[in-house]
């Protein structure tokens, strides 16, 4: 089937603008972040400072926080009743304890207590650290179509991006795509936008994911307990759904091959239900932490996702995928290299099941994209669903294009 121009078009600007990287270098190294997190800015429940500091005083080197449809960039004030009803009864002592009295901004209307809320720029200094700790600028662009929810994390953004409306799922997709890019060409920064759970609300299909070429990310791990993570009888889980996707986009489409993210989009910072921090993230193999530096390695494919299996390291070549696990004391592991043949109507299928720490697979030319993922014998410490193991996804190999460069 021949492309339709305007996917042509597109396919070609990713080439030209993936060509002009993609080469980690001596001194990249992984760096460990969270691109979704909510805090009362939106609804999330305690403050972001907190929030902040659940993740910095972690292993993570970076975070994004992306409040639905807001940036933390004004005044904003926030009834204590409601950081209550939300399950803070402790958020407002604990937020005192933590920075101190001095700090926190009260005031009361009407008889009610209200807490202003910082901004990113104000509270930034208290946390970064070059080399060590970065916040990225973030928003959960947050739409939908037909009471299906359409979510997009833009992260870098300079200020609020707007919610698009559309007559379709995809168009709602490619409409908050364009405005992504519009906004990063006119504040002339790389902003990365990656569509968010798929089986939310059963949301977004694979052929709606795959159709939309111009988004090459999305998240094949959220830590939200009602993502549908394995979907159900009648519908893919979300691997799947990533197979079913990128088979369409390479076999049908000729289009770009797309990425998988991990993340928390956690809500919840006071007890163990609902949707809590430290569930899902990226590692990021960069040059240095910064937005640009992470953006840039992220759109080449130096990343993996993660539920708690680290990696040493991923070698996406042309021929051969091989990856190095770092091994956690008392795990096994199995990596299985997924992929779909070119011709084959068995999408997703397992090429190869291998045991051990330094597994790999050599391609045999005839597969549209090859990945894989690795299973621990072990089960996340905080896990999302029964019988849930810790595992680590690895981007797509497309053999005969550049490991990372789109097709076209
Ligand atoms: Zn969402
Ligand atoms: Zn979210």
């Known amino acids: 089937m021949k492309p339709p121009r305007s996917l042509l078009v597109t396919a070609g600007l990713l080439v ?7 080469q980690a270098g001596d001194q990249a190294r992984w760096y460990k972040g969270n691109l979704h997190t909510h805090t009362l800015w939106s609804d999330g429940n305690h403050f972001p400072e907190m929030v902040v500091d659940w993740y910095a005083s972690r292993d993570y080197q970076f975070l994004a926080l992306t409040d639905h449809n807001i940036v933390a960039d004004h005044e904003k004030w926030v009834g204590n009743d409601q950081v209550i009803s939300r399950g803070g009864r402790t958020a407002l002592a604990d937020y005192r304890s933590r920075f101190g009295a001095d700090w926190v901004q009260t005031r009361d209307v009407e008889g009610k207590l209200q807490v202003r809320l910082k901004t990113l720029e104000e509270f930034r200094p208290l946390f970064e650290k ?17 009471k299906k929810p359409i979510h997009i994390n833009a992260s870098n953004v300079a200020e609020v991006i707007a919610a698009q409306q559309g007559t379709s799922v995809e168009d709602v997709i ?11 060409e006119e504040h002339h920064r790389p902003v990365l936008a990656h569509l968010n759970h798929p089986n939310f609300g059963w949301g977004v299909t694979a052929e709606e994911l795959a159709h939309v070429v111009e988004e090459r990310f999305f998240e ?19 691997e799947k759904l990533w197979d079913i996707a990128n088979t369409i986009r390479l076999r049908d489409l000729h289009g770009p091959v797309l990425f998988g993210l991990g993340t928390d989009d956690s809500h919840n910072y006071h007890n163990a239900t609902g949707s809590t921090p430290g569930r899902g993230w990226v590692m990021v193999k960069a040059r240095e932490l910064t937005a640009a530096a992470l ?18 390291d991923v070698r996406r070549g042309r ?49 549209l994209f090859v990945r894989a993922t ?3 014998s072990l089960a996340p410490e905080n896990p999302v669903f029964e019988g849930q193991f810790r595992q680590a996804w690895v981007q797509p190999v497309v053999p005969g294009q550049r490991p990372s460069a789109s097709g076209s």
């Open 16 to 22: 030209v603008s993936l060509l002009a990287g993609c």
């Open 130 to 146: 070059p080399g060590g700790f970065l916040l990225i600028p973030a928003e959960e662009i947050t739409s939908g179509f037909d």
């Open 174 to 184: 490619r409409k908050t795509l364009l405005a992504v890019q519009h906004h990063a």
């Open 220 to 238: 094949v791990y959220n830590g939200h307990p009602s993502v549908h993570h394995l979907g159900d009888e009648t519908r893919p889980g979300v």
């Open 295 to 312: 953006i840039e390695a992220i759109e080449c494919g130096d990343f993996y996702a993660s539920s708690g299996v680290v990696l040493d």
């Open 319 to 367: 021929s051969e995928l091989a990856i190095d696990i770092h091994a956690a004391q008392g795990a096994t592991y199995v990596t299985e290299f997924i992929g779909t043949r070119v011709g084959s109507e068995h999408i997703g299928e397992v090429f190869a099941r291998v045991e051990g720490l330094h597994p790999s697979y050599r391609l045999r030319g005839d597969e």
């Open 374 to 376: 690795v299973t621990s």
